[in-house]
């Protein structure tokens, strides 16, 4: 006989971990403390199993007991949340949902993020095709007004920070279609925050086009964007549509819920 295979887990063991889980479940849809006849209501345990299961994640911390005998959901699971969160890599967790856009549309996808008065770009996949010459690409920067994705992180700020930012970096130009006015550059903004949705139409570089979508963390906060970027011939206005839903589903990959349904 092995003696190092692991133990196999008995039915019984398995059956007592779903119903820690159940437990957990209606702690959490509980928007107060819940008793134990409640609970025992909510999971269809009997009162003295769901005791004996609540009574185990009491002393782990997972769950806290009140003086009125009603139970919460307890601090470890927080510090535990905190662990996870800190643990999540952005591009680890962007990279499949990219993967799928860039399959389904045929053009290159961008990740990328604000670093000062800047866009970072983190991750990119290639289109493989596209005849434009892409100056901003994986490590690459780039100013704010001059991206889809830098203009998102723009919009979020209040107007004296725009023009504090306009101020600092003289708003400078790569085409003739580039933004370098304040005046044009609010404007721009305002309907960036109307559509949550922004667009670089050859601002950047002649001959290409980029629209970009923003992604939340848990606070509600952005972090990052995606955009899709390719030559103005070859721009579809679906792909708002597209790489939107594709930012909220790593949004809500990232722990956001603020999502309309």
């Given at each position: ?92 967790v962007a990279l499949p949902f990219m993967q799928e856009l860039h399959e389904q549309i045929g053009e290159a996808i961008n990740l990328g993020a ?148």
């Amino acid at each position: 006989m092995d003696s190092t295979k692991e133990p196999v887990k008995t039915p019984g063991s398995i059956q007592v971990i779903e119903r820690m889980m159940s437990l957990l479940d209606a702690l959490a849809n509980s928007s107060e403390s819940a008793s134990l006849k409640q609970l025992a209501n909510a999971t269809e345990l009997h009162p003295s199993t769901a005791h004996r299961i609540l009574a185990a994640m009491t002393n782990a911390r997972f769950v806290e007991r009140q003086d009125a005998g009603t139970y919460r959901l307890g601090i470890r699971l927080l510090e535990l949340g905190a662990i996870v969160k800190s643990r999540i890599s952005l591009r680890e967790v962007a990279l499949p949902f990219m993967q799928e856009l860039h399959e389904q549309i045929g053009e290159a996808i961008n990740l990328g993020a604000r670093h000062d008065d800047e866009i970072v770009y983190l991750e990119r996949t290639s289109s493989g095709r596209s005849l434009v010459r892409v100056v901003y690409l994986v490590g690459g920067r780039a100013p704010l007004h001059l991206t889809s994705l830098g203009k998102l992180f723009l919009a979020a700020d209040g107007p004296q920070k725009i023009r504090e930012y306009a101020k600092r970096t003289g708003l400078p130009g790569k085409t003739p279609h580039s933004l370098t006015t304040l005046a044009t550059l609010e404007k721009e903004l305002d309907k960036v925050r109307r559509h949550d949705i922004a667009y670089d139409v050859e601002e950047a570089e002649i001959g290409l086009k980029c629209v970009a979508a923003p992604i939340r963390d848990d606070e509600g906060q952005i972090i990052a964007a995606l955009s899709v970027s390719a030559p103005v011939d070859r721009h579809d206005p679906d792909w708002a549509k597209q790489v939107k839903k594709t930012a909220d589903a790593v949004s809500q990959a990232l722990g956001y819920t603020g999502l309309k349904k």
